[in-house]
């Protein structure tokens, strides 16, 4: 079975311009979650959906952040414009209903703003 | 606020000692702790978990022990291996989200 898929794995890219990340969660699973990890704030949750549908966005920094779910088997993270404080790995994972509470993660993505 | 603390950052064993990797909580809400291992440049992968209704939960060489009154847990590793070289996140949910903790760089020395 495949796992969570991300990609890109790296993203280098100048202040100010956009960057969206990408992620297939596994099939079947109802939950997707976007997670950011840094030095300073470990792993902290930015957004979730269920079924598709965004359920709790308070973890989003700011307004440059949006993310979507257009479907079951996709979803996108994007920043515009970047910051170099943005600098750090995005995590995507999922799970379903039925399996509790244990998540999935996939390998990030390492985004460095310079 | 930080509500899932891992306070020592690093750990550093011999192969075949005990591990023991400490995380406390301050929301009375979570009713579900996790431990996660992440090795570099990979995501973190599911150790074992615990309910709140337990104070114990074992799979093979790993621990997990709940302490509710001190909102309190821990993961024993018996015995320690090379392999088990990671960083450990402690998570904590009360809901459908989990709260992470920043993790903790274990090291097995050979």
């Known amino acids: 079975d495949a796992g969570v898929i991300q990609s890109p794995r790296h993203e280098v890219t100048e202040m100010g311009q956009e960057v969206t990340l990408r992620c297939k969660p596994i099939?079947?699973?109802?939950?997707l979650f976007w997670y950011r990890q840094t030095m300073m704030r470990g792993l902290e949750l930015l957004i979730y959906?269920?079924?598709?549908?965004?359920?709790?966005d308070s973890g989003m920094p700011e307004d440059r952040f949006s993310a979507k779910m257009p479907n079951a088997s996709f979803s996108t993270l994007k920043i515009q414009p970047s910051e170099p404080r943005d600098s750090a790995v995005y995590f995507c994972?999922?799970?379903?209903?039925?399996?509790?509470?244990?998540?999935?993660f996939g390998s990030g993505t390492q985004l460095s703003v310079l | 606020d930080q509500q899932v603390k891992q306070n020592s950052p690093s750990l550093s064993v011999q192969e075949g000692r005990i591990s023991i990797l400490n995380c406390d909580y301050t929301?009375?809400?979570?009713?579900?702790f996790l431990w996660y291992k992440k090795y570099p440049a990979e995501g973190p992968t599911f150790l074992i978990s615990?309910?709140?209704?337990?104070d114990k939960n074992e799979d093979g060489r790993f621990t997990v022990f709940l302490n509710k009154s001190a909102k309190h847990l821990s993961l024993h590793i018996v015995p320690s291996q090379p392999g088990d070289s990671a960083v450990y996140f402690c998570?904590?949910?009360?809901?459908?989200?989990?709260?992470f903790g920043k993790g903790m760089k274990l090291t097995v020395n050979p």
């Open positions: 994972a999922s799970r379903n209903t039925a399996g509790g509470r244990k998540l999935f």
């Open positions: 959906f269920n079924n598709n549908v965004p359920i709790d």
């Open positions: 998570a904590a949910s009360g809901s459908e989200k989990l709260v």
């Open positions: 929301n009375s809400m979570f009713d579900y």
């Open positions: 099939s079947g699973h109802d939950y």
């Open positions: 615990i309910s709140s209704i337990k």
